[in-house]
């Protein structure tokens, strides 16, 4: 079946420096890639989306770009900080019978040392 | 604008109870779903609906039911709780007009069975 595959599992940064957390998608059909932030004991949140037609797309210190030749997608966050520790979640929707089908990556826990 | 709102927060139950995780948005949405977030794990799907009156399975349906008899309603329904439904549960909505859109998730249920 569809899977999205994301990498690293976990990710331990000092503060300052640079995130990347990488998604490999199988489906072709996908149009459609949101990452979502989740602090302990929260909700998931929407943090950054970019659509197939985009190969970029930056809000402040977090961009997302996409390689839809290659079917993987990236979350990059610059300048990181204690507040950025959190799994993060990226998603693949592909259209489908009814609307869209949703497939997400295990997550990455990323820890910010201060 | 409540969003996504979950019901209860916290919940325990024996093995054999059943009972009724409520989730409603105020967003209009048509797309709402249910998932379960294990220690550790993903989110996996359990059922959605792309409209009132449309449910369908996710990935692992068994022994939860749903029913969609407004737009703005989707409770999850556990016919006989058992140890292994230990989980919090997320429900999630999105707009499935015309374009995938994100998702907006509650805050959660975490769900004990003893």
């Known amino acids: 079946g569809e899977n999205v595959e994301q990498h690293p599992s976990t990710l331990s940064v000092q503060e300052g420096d640079s995130a990347v957390i990488k998604c490999t998608y199988s489906?072709?059909?996908?149009?459609?890639f949101p990452w979502y932030k989740q602090e302990l004991g929260k909700r998931p949140q929407l943090i950054i989306d970019?659509?197939?037609?985009?190969g970029e797309k930056k809000d402040q210190r977090i961009a997302v770009t996409l390689n839809k030749t290659a079917k993987h997608f990236s979350l990059h966050i610059t300048e990181t900080q204690p507040e950025d520790s959190a799994v993060y979640f990226c998603?693949?929707?592909?259209?489908?019978?009814?609307?869209?089908?949703?497939?997400f990556g295990a997550g990455t826990r990323l820890f910010v040392k201060a | 604008n409540a969003g996504v709102t979950q019901t209860p927060k916290f919940q325990v139950l024996k093995t054999g109870q059943s009972m009724t995780l409520q989730c409603a948005q105020d967003?209009?949405?048509?797309?709402m779903s249910w998932y379960r977030q294990d220690p550790g794990m993903g989110l996996r799907l359990i059922h959605y609906?792309?409209?009132?009156?449309?449910?369908d399975q996710g990935e692992v349906p068994n022994g939860y039911n749903v029913s969609r008899s407004t737009t703005e309603d989707f409770p999850l329904r556990l016919l006989s709780a058992a140890p292994s439904q230990t989980s919090v549960y997320f429900c999630?909505?999105?707009?499935?007009?015309?374009?995938?859109?994100?998702?907006?998730f509650g805050s959660g249920t975490r769900l004990t069975v003893v």
């Open positions: 998603a693949a929707m592909a259209p489908n019978t009814g609307g869209f089908k949703t497939i």
């Open positions: 967003m209009n949405h048509e797309y």
């Open positions: 999630a909505s999105s707009s499935r007009r015309t374009t995938a859109h994100g998702y907006t």
């Open positions: 489906d072709s059909a996908s149009n459609y």
């Open positions: 609906s792309v409209g009132a009156g449309i449910t």
């Open positions: 970019i659509r197939s037609n985009v």
